[in-house]
């Protein structure tokens, strides 16, 4: 744990307020309308599955993108959760396929994950949402003979993509998951518990330390000893995230994970993501070559 002063927590975990681009309250309006414009782009340009329901609610869906006219099968998957501090509501599946194009045209088949938000559900909830998600994927995958699963978050779904990469699957394959992409995550939520963060979520110390990735390090490096684990950071992303993320990606390389870490320079914690639709961005490179394209 760190030794910031509980009452400057907010400012430490409110990435908006350490981009170098813009004001706080800019960053926020300019990222979402880039995630979105990227999305109309890939609904425009691909094939698309929409609106797949994995669970109950109508915010429990995925959509499933591919080049036009390719062949669903057998290509990789880069499964993407959105972040938004599992609460925004800016933020969601609808505007999260930004990334589609450049992965799909190198061969990828794209999934844009959806679920539902705090306060309407807890985090315990979200995370087994998720969990459905990925087993309706696996099952997807198999039956497209896929080359493997990719997961992939950005920041609290950089979270849920770790807690996955430990998760027990109810039997499905989990073997199939043959990598992930964390992006700019929170790996240790005990510091979020005394930041207005928590406010819709409620947490307890003893919640947020059972909800985090880094204390199960040991339980996703053993099952990731055959996946390539990248972990990837702003250079204007808060401390507490660069940080966060170093320590996670070591603690893996520490237990024998193939990891690499990105460290991508000029970018802050909403651009990083956003310039995915580039197909020549470090991250976008990096996360295609991962896949074997």
């Known amino acids: 744990m760190t030794a910031i002063p509980d009452q400057e927590l907010d400012y430490h975990y ?31 340009t691909l094939d698309c599955e929409t609106e797949i329901s994995y669970g109950d609610s109508e915010k429990q869906k995925f959509d499933i993108f591919n080049k036009k006219n390719a062949s669903k099968n057998g290509a990789p998957i880069f499964a993407y959760i959105h972040g938004g501090y599992w609460q925004v509501k800016e933020v969601s599946r609808e505007i999260s396929s930004f990334m589609a194009v450049p992965l799909c045209n190198a061969g990828a088949s794209v999934i844009s994950i959806g679920y539902d938000l705090a306060p309407d559900v807890s985090l315990n909830t979200i995370v087994l949402q998720i969990k ?36 027990d699957l109810d039997g499905f394959d989990r073997d199939l998951i043959k990598g992930a992409v964390l992006i700019s995550g929170v790996y240790d939520l005990r510091p979020l518990v005394k930041t207005s963060i928590n406010e819709p979520l409620g947490l307890t110390e003893v919640d947020a330390w059972r909800l ?11 099952q990731s000893q ?10 204007y992303d808060p401390p507490e995230f660069r940080r966060q993320s170093g320590e996670m990606e070591m603690a893996l390389r520490k237990f024998g994970v193939k990891t690499s870490y990105l460290d991508v320079p000029d970018t802050d914690h909403f651009n990083l993501v956003d310039k995915l639709t580039e197909p020549n961005f470090v991250l976008t490179k990096e996360c295609i070559r991962l ?3």
């Open 132 to 167: 459905r998600a990925l087993c309706l994927i696996i099952k997807i995958a198999k039956e497209r003979q896929s080359s493997g699963i990719y997961l992939s978050g950005h920041s609290a779904g950089a979270h849920m993509a770790a807690m996955m990469l430990m998760a």
């Open 14 to 44: 409110s990435p908006r307020r350490w981009s170098h681009r813009m004001a706080p309250e800019e960053v926020i309006a300019a990222h979402t309308e880039a995630l979105a414009q990227g999305s109309r782009n890939s609904l425009w």
């Open 291 to 293: 896949m074997g394209l």
């Open 226 to 235: 055959d996946r390539h684990i990248v972990v990837a950071v702003a250079e």
């Open 212 to 222: 985090s990735p880094h204390q199960f390090v040991q339980e996703i490096a053993h």
